[in-house]
Nanobody
Framework: QVQLVESGGGLVQAGGSLRLSCAAS????????MAWFRQAPGKEREFVGG????????YYADSVKGRFTISRDNAKNTGYLQMISLRPEDTAVYYC?????????????????WGQGTQVTVSS
């Protein structure tokens, strides 16, 4: 099975940018659909976006479309979430997730592998 570790979180002012990374180990990342989720205090974990195994398909939640970009480098066994124009409402713990299969899905219950999360805080 694959292990996932996120990095790159931090504190940023509104309008700023951050890039999160998700490093995979144990198995090659290329066989998994990858996704990013986030969870704000008191809220459910929500889908941010996902990317197909060979990066030819990407899907975003409406709340981040045009501001966030998901990518992956299978040779480096790493996925990325580039975030620009950050808003205070983007404050959350961000998780990367992986699932076996061929389709990007928005339900967190269909992802079997998770990282530990990285905190992103956007100040106003």
């Amino acid at each position: 099975q694959v292990q996932l570790v996120e990095s790159g979180g931090g504190l940023v002012q509104a309008g700023g940018s951050l890039r999160l990374s998700c490093a995979a180990s144990g198995r090659t990342l290329s066989i998994y659909i990858m996704a990013w989720f986030r969870q704000a205090p008191g809220k459910e974990r929500e889908f941010v976006g996902g990317i197909s195994r060979n990066a030819d398909g990407v899907y975003y939640a409406d709340s981040v479309k045009g501001r966030f970009t998901i990518s992956r480098d299978n040779a480096k066994n790493t996925g990325y979430l580039q975030m620009i124009s950050l808003r205070p409402e983007d404050t959350a713990v961000y998780y990367c997730a992986a699932r076996e299969g061929s389709t990007i899905v928005v339900s967190r219950f269909l992802y079997g592998y998770w990282g530990q999360g990285t905190q992103v805080t956007v100040s106003s």
